[in-house]
C-alpha cells in the first residue's frame, strides 16, 4: 500500500488514503512521483462535476518523477531517470486514431491516468499520490534540468493541451495568433505560440494581465471586454486559441478571424455556449473546432520543444495538504499560473 490523497465522494474534500499499485510487468516502469499538478479537471473529477466519477477518486495527470523501476523488456528507460506521464496511461493501441498516434481519441476510449477506462472498467488513481506504475509505451521521457522539473509538471496537460493545436493548424513565423484567456491554459499557449515564431496577442477582461501577459510572450494584449480594442482586429487573425473554460459569446471572436482562419476550443465550460451566428462562420469561410490533448509522441514533442526553448509552466508550490485550499483559489483564478504539489509533503 502506498500513500495517497483522495475524495471519497463528490462532497468530500481530499484527504489521506491508502491505495495498492501493481507490481511492475515487463513492459511496465515503476516512477517514485516528485511533483503533480493541479489541473481544473482534477476539481472538475473530485466533486463529480461531469457526472461520471469513480471513488474513491485520487487525482492528478500531470505528473514528474523519478523512474525506481523498470520491466525487464523495458527499452528507453533506466533507473535513475526523469520521466512524465500525463492524461493516458493506457488506449487500445489497435484503431485507426491509435495507430496514428492520436490516442487521446482512442476510438475504444483511452484510459485516464485516475478514473479509468472512457467506457468504463477499474477505476484507476492518479498522482497525488507516491508512486506509480505504467506501461513504457505511455512514459514520456523528460530532458529538463532537474532544477526545473517541479515547472514540467503541468506541461503534462496545459503544455501539451496548447501545443497540439498550435502545431495541427501550422502556427509559425508570419502568422498572427490570438490566445483567448490567461490561466494555466493560456499561458503556456501564450509562452509557446511566441516560441514557434507567431504574432502573438492575448485577450483578457482583466486589465491587471497586461504586463504579465507581455513578460510570458504576447506582442499584444487587447482587453476583450473594449469595444474599440475588439474592433481594431477584426477580420486579421490566422488562428485563435479559446482556452476560457466559462460559457462565453464566442461570436466576438470568430469575427476576428481572416478568410479560412480557423478557432479551437480547448476550455470545457460546464455550461454550453451560447450558439454562434452561422453567417459569421459563412461569410468568411471561418471554422470553429475543438481538440484534446495530443497523443504520446506529440506530447513528448512538446517536452523536447520545451527543453530546448526553456520553457515550463509559472507555478505557485504546495504541500500535499494545501490541495483543499488550492482547488477553492483554483475556482477564483487565484494561481499565476498553475498549482504544483510537492509529492515530499506527502511522506
Known sequence: ????????????????????RREPGPEDIKIEILYCGVCHSDLHTARNEWHNTLYPSVPGHEIVGKVVAVGDQVKNFKVGDYAGVGCMVDSCGHCSSCHDGD???????????????????????????????????????????????A??????????????????????????????????LGH???????????????FTTSPGKVEDGKRLGA?????????????????SFDFILNTVAASHDLDAFLSLLQRDGTMTLVGVPAEPHPSPAVFNLIA????????????????????DFCAEHGIGSDIEMIPMDYINTAYERMLKSDVKYRFVIDMATLQ
Not at 157 to 179: D, N, Q
Not at 188 to 202: F, I, R, S
Not at 284 to 303: D, N, P, V, Y
Request: glycine content about 12%; some cysteine.
Open 103 to 149: 490516442e487521446q481519441y482512442c476510438e475504444n476510449g483511452f484510459t485516464g491516468t485516475y478514473n479509468g477506462p472512457m467506457f468504463g472498467g477499474e477505476n484507476t488513481y492518479g498522482g497525488y499520490s507516491q508512486s506509480i506504475v505504467v506501461k513504457e509505451s505511455f512514459v514520456l521521457k523528460v530532458r529538463h534540468e532537474a532544477k526545473d522539473l
Open 188 to 202: 503556456m499557449g501564450v509562452k509557446l505560440a511566441h516560441a514557434m515564431g507567431a504574432h502573438v496577442v492575448l
Open 284 to 303: 468568411k469561410r471561418r471554422q470553429l473546432a475543438g481538440s484534446l490533448i495530443g497523443g504520446i509522441q506529440e506530447t513528448q514533442e512538446m517536452l
Open 151 to 184: 515547472s514540467v509538471a503541468p506541461l503534462l496537460c496545459a503544455g501539451i493541451t496548447t501545443y497540439s493545436p498550435l502545431r495541427h493548424w501550422k502556427v509559425g513565423p508570419g502568422k498572427k495568433v490570438g490566445i483567448v484567456g490567461l490561466g494555466g
Open 219 to 235: 506582442d499584444e494584449v487587447c482587453i476583450s471586454t473594449d469595444p474599440e480594442q475588439m474592433a481594431k482586429h477584426a477580420n
Open 1 to 20: 500500500m502506498i500513500k495517497a490523497y483522495a475524495a471519497q465522494s463528490s462532497t468530500s474534500p481530499l484527504a489521506p488514503h491508502e491505495i495498492e
